[in-house]
C-alpha cells in the first residue's frame, strides 16, 4: 500500500489561494485513483476532487471552477489547487488514495489516507 503525506496548508485571507500537496510513497502509483476530502470540526468527511486510474476528474459542483486537482507522476505528488477561498473553506484537508482506481468523491471506498493539512481562511 501507498503512504500518504499532505502539505501547503495554512492561513490566508478570503479571496487568496493555495496549493495542496500530497506527496506518496510506498509503491507504485499505477492504478490508483487519488482524491482531496475535507472536514471541519462537527461535520462529516467531505470529496472534493477526485481522479481515477485512467485519469477521468469529478469535482463536487459546489466547487468546480474553484478547486482543480492534478498530479506528478515523476514526483509521485497530487495537488489540489485552490482558488478563491471562502471562511467556509476551513478545515482539514486530506489526501486519499484507493487499489481499485475508482473512489470517485466517496470516502467509504478509499482505505488510504494522509494526516491531512490544516487551511483556515479568515480576514
Known amino acids: 500500500q501507498l503512504q500518504l503525506v499532505e502539505s501547503g496548508g495554512g492561513l490566508v485571507q478570503p479571496g487568496g489561494s493555495l496549493r495542496l500537496s500530497c506527496e506518496i510513497s510506498g509503491g507504485s502509483l499505477d492504478g490508483y485513483a487519488f482524491a482531496w476530502f475535507r472536514q471541519a470540526p462537527g461535520t462529516e468527511r467531505v470529496g472534493l476532487a477526485s481522479?481515477?486510474?485512467?485519469?477521468?476528474?469529478d469535482y463536487t459542483d459546489s466547487l468546480k471552477g474553484r478547486f482543480r486537482i492534478s498530479s506528478n507522476v515523476a514526483k509521485r505528488t497530487v495537488f489540489l489547487q485552490i482558488d478563491s477561498l471562502k471562511p467556509e473553506d476551513t478545515g482539514l484537508y486530506y489526501c486519499?488514495?484507493?487499489?481499485?482506481?475508482?473512489?470517485?468523491?466517496?470516502?467509504?471506498?478509499?482505505?488510504?489516507w494522509g494526516r491531512g493539512t490544516q487551511v483556515t481562511v479568515s480576514s
Open positions: 481522479f481515477t486510474y485512467d485519469a477521468a476528474k
Open positions: 486519499a488514495a484507493e487499489e481499485a482506481g475508482v473512489g470517485w468523491l466517496d470516502a467509504a471506498n478509499y482505505d488510504i
